[in-house]
Nanobody, 123 residues
Framework: QVQLVESGGGLVQAGGSLRLSCAAS????????MGWYRQAPGKQRESVAE???????NFADSVKGRFTISRDNAKNTVYLQMNDLKPEDTAVYYC?????????????????WGQGTQVTVSS
C-alpha cells in the first residue's frame, strides 16, 4: 500500500505561481516514476509532468516552460512548481507514483493516486 498526501493547491490570479507537494509513504519498493496529472471539469485526466528515479522529466506541451517538477528522494516527496499560471490550468491536480517499463515487468505494475488538490486560476 502506498499513501500519498498532497498539499499546495489554491486560488491564484493569472500570471501567479503555486507549488504543489506530494509526500509518499508505505510500500515504495521499486517505484520509478512520480508525477502529476490533472482533470478539469468535463475533461479527461491528463498527464502534466513526471520525473523518474534517474531525474529524467517529461512535461505536457501546454505547461512546458512554465512548470517544473522535482523530487526529494530522502523525503519521498515530489514537487510541482507552477509559474505563469493561466485560467486553463484550473483543474484538480493528482499526484501519481508507479512503476513503468522493465521495473513494472520485474516487480509488477503499480499505480497509486493522491486524493487530489484543487488549483483555480482566475483571469
Amino acid at each position: 500500500q502506498v499513501q500519498l498526501v498532497e498539499s499546495g493547491g489554491g486560488l491564484v490570479q493569472a500570471g501567479g505561481s503555486l507549488r504543489l507537494s506530494c509526500a509518499a509513504s508505505g510500500s515504495l519498493v521499486s517505484i520509478n516514476v512520480m508525477g502529476w496529472y490533472r482533470q478539469a471539469p468535463g475533461k479527461q485526466r491528463e498527464s502534466v509532468a513526471e520525473i523518474t528515479n534517474g531525474g529524467s522529466t517529461n512535461f505536457a506541451d501546454s505547461v512546458k516552460g512554465r512548470f517544473t517538477i522535482s523530487r526529494d528522494n530522502a523525503k519521498n516527496t515530489v514537487y510541482l512548481q507552477m509559474n505563469d499560471l493561466k485560467p486553463e490550468d484550473t483543474a484538480v491536480y493528482y499526484c501519481h507514483v508507479g512503476r513503468t517499463g522493465i521495473i513494472a515487468t520485474l516487480w509488477g505494475p503499480l499505480d497509486s493516486w493522491g486524493q487530489g488538490t484543487q488549483v483555480t486560476v482566475s483571469s
